[in-house]
């Protein structure tokens, strides 16, 4: 599979090329899946502008107070809703029952692991009185049940095996809930799989800068101190600070990553970072917050703040000046995904690029 690759380079003092490749998605695995590559390599969908030191003030390095404060977009908090069952990237059956069915007899049965191989599924029920589909729960009755798998991700298509697990688990579950279950053909539901993820892989994309020391490795709370500064927050992994987006439990807008070993130093104090990450993850966060535009002011923002030397991760020097070009060509990005119904930020684009 191919995925989105931009590479904006240099040409001379005064002329900017940008070329486009697309490379394999992520690299695949002698058992057939993939996985996505460590951010420390040159991950091939990354999209890389370039902006040199003399744009960040080379040879006048900034004092802890000079540096712009970029926050954290600041609209009302909304919550990010529980996954939901979407025809666009699941294939679902149909679990019909001869009578309403409570919450609690689904919940008692639902398989103990809700994944076929590398593929998610999720189970949903009707309302007997809204009618509206929704996660089984308590003190509530159901009419209809349905569950369906996702056809792809970011390891790959739904493929032979994962379907027949899946076809077992729901099989197993339908069992003990008295229902009968209808399943789609296999043939077609793998066809699908591999269109969306042929789709997806071309389509993917995320934006990456590393800034580095100029002199001396950073202390680690000199790097935390800063980034709290621009609205970063601890994330949910040690050696990474997010960005929240406005969504309460969405994935964050930005992420810097660091060395996982420096977090968890037994003196966080003597601990020292020799280079952040400043990640992008496009399809996960709606073109109207701007993560764009907010990730290049956080970078640029560090870059000042920690006295750092900005570069792409061929260690080339990145220049403001390709910025904009980056920019034309997310919204050609954003346009694309619109069109298949999966905009960038939307739940079923977070669950497909994942």
């Known amino acids: 599979m191919n995925s989105l690759q931009l590479w904006l380079a240099a040409l001379g003092a005064l002329v900017l090329a940008a070329v486009i490749a697309h490379g394999a998605w992520t690299t695949r695995r002698a058992g057939g899946g993939r996985r996505l590559p460590s951010l420390d390599a040159a991950p091939s969908r990354h999209l890389e502008p370039r902006f040199d030191d003399a744009a960040l003030g080379e040879g006048a390095p900034a004092a802890p107070g000079e540096a712009p404060t970029v926050m954290a977009p600041k609209p009302p908090r ?31 049965h639902l398989p103990p692991s809700r994944r076929a191989g590398g593929k998610p599924f999720l189970v949903e029920g009707r309302h007997r009185d809204s009618g509206e589909w929704e996660p089984p729960a308590p003190d509530t009755w159901y009419r209809e049940v349905q569950a369906g798998v996702q056809l792809a991700n970011r390891l790959g298509p739904l493929n032979e095996i994962e379907y027949s697990e899946f076809v077992q688990k729901i099989q197993a579950f339908a069992d003990a809930i008295g229902a009968t279950p209808d399943f789609p053909d296999m043939l077609d539901v793998v066809a699908r799989a591999r269109e969306l993820d042929a789709f997806a892989s071309g389509h993917d994309a995320q934006l990456a800068m590393r800034l580095r020391p100029r002199r001396n490795a950073w202390a680690l709370p000199f790097v935390q101190q800063h980034a709290s500064r621009h609205g970063f927050v601890p994330g949910a992994t040690p050696g990474r600070l997010v960005l929240p987006g406005s969504e309460e439990g969405a994935p964050p807008m930005l992420a810097l990553q660091f060395d996982p ?33 907010a990730w290049c002011a956080a970078g640029r923002a560090l870059a000042l703040g920690l006295d750092a030397l ?16 980056v920019g034309s060509e997310l919204g050609e990005l ?3 995904l619109a069109e298949r119904d999966l905009p960038a930020g939307s739940p079923a684009a977070r669950r497909l690029f994942s």
């Open 334 to 336: 954003y346009a694309k």
């Open 261 to 293: 070993q420096a977090a968890l130093a037994d003196d966080p104090r003597q601990a020292r970072i020799d280079e952040v990450t400043l990640v992008f993850d496009v399809p996960h966060t709606a073109a109207a917050e701007q993560p764009f535009n």
């Open 78 to 108: 909304r919550t990010h809703g529980t996954p939901r069952i979407d025809a666009l990237i699941d294939a679902i059956a149909v679990l019909a029952v001869d009578q309403p069915v409570s919450g609690e007899t689904l919940l008692a």
């Open 310 to 325: 900005v570069s792409d991760d061929k260690g080339q020097p990145l220049h403001p000046d390709a910025f904009p070009m």
